[in-house]
């Protein structure tokens, strides 16, 4: 099986800097995905991962480190629109699976304040 | 707007009855995805299909099954429904050409059982 673990919620000022961690355990890992999520809306993809390292895309980024388990996505110059919830997602191969399954996590409220 | 159709929109309907839900990829996609979001379960994956096959299996309860179409349209059957069931229902699509397997999320299905 799998678990993927992030935190509940988060709480920044607009115009800071707010780290999401996530940790998961897996076998037969095959990628780590980041969606952003608002409300009632589908997830929007924001960034992957599948060799250890940061992957910077504008304002965003993803750090993957596949030996921890450990993930983070940095969001910088927080701005109000940013409010919503981060998902992670874990992508795992197995015997039956051709490809894997997803896994998500409960995914983090980021909660930007003015 | 990812490309991805879901329809309807909303569904309301009674115990034991049974639905089904439509999604049509993105032009170009070969893989479907399903998955069911509820408020105290978050997003579990359900299927994947790839060109009309199914690919990866995940916590779809027996009384679910999907299929895709040779026009790679997919459909998620829902029978003798229970209020759990009640939840939104996203389909993603992706090219799965091997390289980022990027999903993009329709807008969803909220199925409503009472």
């Known amino acids: 099986g799998q678990n993927i673990d992030q935190p509940t919620e988060m709480t920044a000022t607009e115009g800071a800097i707010v780290q999401i961690n996530c940790t998961y355990q897996t076998s037969g890992f095959n990628g780590l995905f980041w969606y952003q999520q608002h409300a009632g809306e589908a997830p929007t993809f924001l960034s992957y991962n599948v060799l250890d390292g940061l992957e910077e895309k504008g304002r965003f980024s993803s750090f993957l480190s596949r030996s921890k388990g450990y993930s983070y996505l940095l969001l910088k110059e927080l701005q109000m629109k940013d409010s919503a919830s981060y998902l992670c997602a874990v992508r795992s191969g197995g015997v039956t699976d051709s490809w894997g399954k997803f896994q998500f996590g409960a995914g983090t409220q980021v909660v930007v304040t003015p | 707007d990812s490309g991805v159709t879901q329809t309807p929109k909303h569904l309301i309907t009674a115990t034991g009855q049974r639905v089904t839900l439509r999604c049509s990829p993105r032009?170009?996609?070969?893989?479907v995805y399903w998955y069911q979001q509820s408020l105290d379960q978050g997003l579990q994956f359900l299927i994947q299909?790839?060109?009309?096959?199914?690919?990866a299996k995940g916590n779809i309860l027996e009384r679910f099954s999907a299929q895709q179409f040779p026009d790679l349209h997919s459909e998620l059957n829902l029978s003798s429904l229970e209020l759990g069931d009640s939840a939104l229902y996203f389909c993603?699509?992706?090219?799965?050409?091997?390289?980022?397997?990027?999903?993009?999320f329709g807008p969803g299905t909220r199925l409503t059982v009472l």
């Open positions: 299909y790839y060109n009309g096959e199914e690919r």
């Open positions: 032009s170009g996609d070969l893989s």
């Open positions: 993603a699509s992706s090219v799965d050409s091997g390289s980022t397997d990027t999903q993009y």
